[in-house]
């Protein structure tokens, strides 16, 4: 692909970030029209643009997906598929899905495997006759975790 073709194609189906052309499908090409492959680390497919990686759907999101209200975060509108970073399946949101809850509630961690659900499920599941273990095992999470649940100490912003 020659520079014509870039010239003529970038206003139809192509736009740049640092040198890089991005297109509504979610692909990355180079400056010569050679197609990228994305690195994946998570569950989010990312691209590397001088030695700096950067999120691909949150690239997309800024050069295809309208953003009126001025939104911070992107998310993914059928999430099954974490890699699917069309335009069509991306939209501005003021809160991520998965990160509804306030951060001091232990939910916003990173590596949390407890959800807003998971944990009103144990708190309604401590008012039964249930040992925490049982509670633990049922929800899939540790014990200690039942326990700073119950003892206020973990989750408290979660109601």
Known sequence: MGDDYLDVALPLMKRQFKGVFFTKKGEAFNK???KLKP????RKAFVTIDTKRYILKDIIADLFVPNPNSFSYVDLINDS???DVQSKN???????RKLKI???SGLFHRNSTMTELKVLQVRKLLK????QQQIADKVGCDRTRV????NGQS???VR
Request: glycine share 10%.
């Open 128 to 131: 039964t006759n249930m040992t």
């Open 147 to 150: 326990s700073r649940i119950k």
């Open 155 to 157: 989750y408290q912003n």
């Open 90 to 96: 991306l939209e501005w949101v003021k809160v991520p």
């Open 102 to 104: 306030p951060s001091n």
């Open 81 to 83: 598929n974490p890699f």
């Open 39 to 42: 690195g994946i680390t998570g």
């Open 32 to 34: 010569n029209g050679l």
